[in-house]
């Protein structure tokens, strides 16, 4: 099991930043990638957004392309936490955001087997 836990949402206003945190602890070894999605209002779960991804040995990252650009992930492997920092933010980027692990090396969202509770982002003009 890998429990996740989100930090670091808030409201800002357009053209601002904010950094997201994403703890993990358990059976992190297990992981072969991270990956952060959104939920806008009114969407239901069926519709998250897959936002940003890293493959959590090499490093590598994939973006939306919503994003491009403007949001970059990261990963410090010793604290077994990932981070979205989102800069220049639109208020489309308004949702809760969720970090995810997937055991299998997948980008696709059913392979997001575990799941942290989400943060919330408000991005008002």
């Known amino acids: 099991q890998v429990q996740l836990v989100e930090s670091g949402g808030g409201s800002v206003h357009t053209g601002g930043s904010l950094r997201l945190s994403c703890a993990g602890s358990g059976a992190t070894g297990n992981i072969c990638y991270m990956g952060w999605f959104r939920q806008a209002p009114g969407k239901e779960r069926e519709e998250r957004e897959a936002?940003?991804?890293?493959?959590?040995?090499?490093?590598?990252?994939y973006y939306a392309d919503s994003v491009k650009g403007r949001f970059t992930i990261s990963q410090d492997n010793a604290k077994n936490t990932v981070y979205l920092q989102m800069n220049n933010l639109k208020r489309d980027d308004t949702a809760v955001y969720y970090c995810?692990?997937?055991?299998?090396?997948?980008?696709?969202?059913?392979?997001?087997?575990?799941w942290g509770q989400g943060t919330q982002v408000t991005v008002s003009s």
């Open positions: 995810a692990a997937a055991p299998t090396c997948s980008l696709a969202i059913t392979e997001y087997k575990y």
């Open positions: 936002v940003a991804w890293i493959h959590r040995r090499s490093g590598i990252t």
